[in-house]
């Protein structure tokens, strides 16, 4: 079988399934949070180390200002509200991507990492104006500010996930097939699993089923 260490998953859908049941792109945000945490549950239960969400990219901020502002209301209820359990559960939180929110937001996100950052049962990258295109820009221009040659470890290096696995898996609900600027040198052998299901109604039974059929498929990397 094979290993599994990290999940990459972008939380498509909730917008749709807000407008559809409830009437409310926010309520969508709302049910998706809930699903943020059976996930993180399952994740647990299924010993994985590393769990990357995609919350919030540097294309969402031309979303309406007030869907922005709800989005960033949650992040700091969820922030207020979770992270002491977060940190009794040994779950470490780390933020990639660029932290220009307000000073409240940003102070919350410092202080979260802070308090978690020892911990080692599950470590949840929260992606954040996060954006892979300018991730790699910021790459390279910190690899020629060094002056370290350009390779592929050097590189790595300097991306915002450091130190981290790339993903054996990468889910994204909803029913799009596009990586949407997401982790795009990370996923280079990362298997990949479209979702029909908007996020709000993706559940832990349909994260075990991707994780029973990734731990089956055969991975050649170039190999036969």
Avoid at 99 to 122: P, V
């Amino acid at each position: 079988m094979n290993p599994l260490n990290h999940v990459a998953i972008i939380m498509d859908g909730n917008g749709r399934w807000g407008l559809k049941y409830k009437n409310s792109r926010n309520e969508g945000h709302k049910a998706g949070l809930r699903t943020v945490e059976k996930i993180i549950r399952a994740s647990i239960r299924n010993n994985i180390k590393f769990l990357t969400l995609f919350a919030f990219s540097t294309e969402n901020w031309k979303r309406p200002k007030n869907e922005v502002s709800f989005l960033f209301s949650l992040l700091e209820n969820f922030l207020k509200n979770k992270i002491n359990d977060l940190h009794d559960k040994n779950i470490r939180l780390k933020i990639i991507g660029i932290k220009n929110f307000s000073k409240k937001i940003n102070k919350l996100l410092s202080l979260s990492e802070k308090k978690t950052s020892k911990n080692t049962r599950l470590q949840i990258n929260l992606a954040l104006n996060y954006g892979s295109k300018s991730e790699l820009v910021y790459a390279f221009k910190s690899i020629l500010k060094n002056k370290d040659s350009i390779t592929e470890k050097n590189l790595s290096k300097y991306l915002f996930t450091k130190n981290i696995p790339d993903p054996e898996i990468l889910i994204r609900t909803g029913d799009k097939k596009r990586l949407s600027n997401f982790l795009l040198w990370q996923l280079a052998y990362t298997e990949i699993f479209f979702e029909k299901k908007l996020w709000p109604a993706f559940n832990e039974k349909d994260f075990n089923k991707i994780i029973k059929e990734y731990k089956f498929i055969k991975r050649n990397f170039g190999k036969i």
